[in-house]
């Protein structure tokens, strides 16, 4: 159960880094296995570079080789990213998770060559993530294989495109060593069932124990103990993404008291109404808020 880090502002708009060592402690103390940082959840392309660089620089230090950090490494420039790979910020990472190109809409053979020089340009450990609903084309079951078999270094994706048959397509083809990861909480548990072997998780900012315990349960095969779990969470699942992602998170976790309620534009805190819903879930799990 990794954990798509999310990034606390100030009611100024600063980056709040105090929050973000308290988040880091909570994960650390709560089993999350590793952590995703600077990835969508992040609000990284509202952040400048001089702060992730910094961001980048306080996790390294603070989880201090504890658990795995993957860094998110993406975007529609290929030349751009493949030398963001060569730089030194990127001491202390142990895998990057880099994105499908967005916007620019490549075709499977464009999507192939664009992860050929990502995987070309580094020794680390690479994730594939494919998120259609954000980047607005699909990475195939047959281009993801493809890739997969021809770059030693690729060793997984974060599959987010929602669709279950393509995933088990995936699951049912890849090579041995290939790890498919779940990119939606809300379908994690028939994932798991599949064959895919983790998640890197929104909702586990807030509850890494509890979201966790369900991965680790379903992995040992205990699917009656892990869907309890992963029922509690249904109703908040959908609470989390209604208002667009990182909105619902960060709600949470200000009622929670970790953080302030507070985005970069263009994206704006929940909805009242989406927020009350939440904080009436949180009560009925017994959370305090």
Known sequence: MGVALITPFNED???DYKALVRLVDYQLQNGADFLVVLGTTAETATLTAQEQSAIIKQVVTQVRSKIPIILGVGGN????????LKSPELEGIDAVLSVVPYYNKPSQEGIYQHFKAVSE????????????????????????LRIARGFKNVIGVKEASGNIVQVNDIIKHK?????????????????LSLGAVGVISVIGNAFPKEFGRMVRLALAGDYENALIIHRRFTELFELLFVDGNPAGVKSMLSMMGYIGNYLRLPLVPTRITTYEKIREVLRSLHITC
């Open 77 to 84: 420039n290929t030349r751009a990213v493949t030398e963001r």
């Open 175 to 191: 090579p041995k060593e290939f790890v498919v990861i779940s990119g939606d909480d809300g379908i994690t548990f028939p994932l």
């Open 13 to 15: 708009g600063s980056v």
């Open 121 to 144: 340009a580094t020794e680390l450990p690479v994730v594939l993530y494919n998120v259609p609903g954000r980047t607005g084309v699909n990475m195939t079951a047959e281009t993801t």
